[in-house]
């Protein structure tokens, strides 16, 4: 059934005028087409919604949720909540992606009947335009092999990708059997859902394309104010300890999740 599941696209949006609607359009121009787009106002006060409000009237695949600002783990987790879709991306608002990002995602998630796909990304600069590559750190993949999971690379697993979910796919079975969550914190939100979620995948596909532009530099973004919340990625890791060891997969994972700490 070549391209005919449905996928659900979440995003959460707090203040991101200036970017949004370059975001919108390059999730909208998808070469995948069966889509439901998942939009939830964390709250914004600039015109955010207004924008929203627009491409919802152009394209009856967006779903528009609100709340009051509990930041991007809650908008997340809610979308989850409405999500219908075979596969889950969670996208950030102020990134853009190639046109055949989903498509190639879905495919590779498929085509392996894998829990989570993972592909590579570009840095791009917001003040000057300029993109460089990301990175995937292959070195620390079992040679010669696009899947894997705990089984095969237990001492590195969590070194191989960051923990953000916008540059992977997650199978939404395996997210509501295994009730992954975001966390509720201002920062650092994303990394327990990631880590988990590669902590407990039976199958993870790597793809070596770069299909996300993720925007540094952007002034607004959380992650250039993490001081004011310092502490947040200290209850990430103390959150991650308490699931591993919850899902008794500690012991397995004890040295990837202290690298990862330090």
Known sequence: VF??????????????????????????????????????????????????????????????????????????????????????????????????FLEKMYLAANENMSDVVICNSNNYDSNTGKITK?????????PNKEDFSRENIPEKLFQITDGWPWNKLFLTDFVKQNELKFAETRTANDSYFVFMALAKAKKITKIDDYLVNWRINNQNSLSNTRNISWYCGFQMLYDIKQGLIKSNLYNILEKTFLNFSL
């Not at 599941?5 to 200036?18: G, H, Q, R």
Request: hydrophobic share 40%.
């Open 3 to 100: 391209m005919e599941e449905l996928i659900s696209i979440i995003i959460p949006v707090y203040n991101v005028e200036e970017y949004l609607s370059a975001c919108l359009k390059s999730v909208i121009g998808q070469t995948y087409k069966n889509l439901e787009i998942i939009v939830v106002d964390d709250g914004s006060t600039d015109n955010s919604i207004e924008i929203l409000n627009e491409y919802v009237k152009k394209d009856n695949r967006i779903i528009l949720l609100r709340q009051s600002n509990k930041y991007a783990g809650v908008a997340r987790n809610l979308g989850v909540q409405y999500a219908a879709g075979k596969y889950l991306f969670f996208l950030d608002a102020d990134d853009f992606f190639s046109p055949i």
């Open 134 to 142: 990301g990175f995937m750190r292959q070195e620390f993949l079992p």
